[in-house]
């Protein structure tokens, strides 16, 4: 089973973590359900940028994102090259390894 690795962030994983994925599941279904409280104002509905993630390791293992998430993560803040939206990106059969970025252009945490 791929595993994801979520680099430390200082709010949501101060220690880091390493997870077992499911292949066919998200990456911000893996860090929910492990604790990791990765905004998704959208309610995993691809329709805004609080999920944004950078995958530092293992994009090539990833689909290419599609015309609606590119258009979305143009408006995420501290977008790279490797930047896709958590609950968009489907873990296959590879490590992942994943940076949450320190902040999001979220005006409100929803508190999900």
Not at 6 to 20: I, K, Q, R, S, Y
Not at 65 to 84: I, T
Not at 88 to 103: G, N, S, T
Request: hydrophobic letters at 35%.
């Amino acid at each position: 089973m791929p595993q994801v690795i979520f680099l430390p962030h200082a709010e949501l994983c101060p220690d880091g973590a390493v997870l077992e994925a499911p292949s066919g599941t998200t990456v911000l279904d893996v860090a929910l359900k492990n604790g990791i409280g990765i905004e998704h104002a959208c309610e995993k509905s691809c329709a805004c940028t609080t999920c944004h993630i950078i995958v530092r390791e293992g994009m090539d293992s990833l689909d290419e994102s599609d015309e609606l998430e590119d258009d979305m993560l143009d408006k995420a803040w501290g977008l790279e090259p490797d930047s896709r939206l958590g609950c968009q990106a489907v873990i296959k059969d590879e490590d992942l390894v994943v940076e949450i970025p320190r902040y999001t252009v979220n005006q409100v945490s929803e508190g999900h």
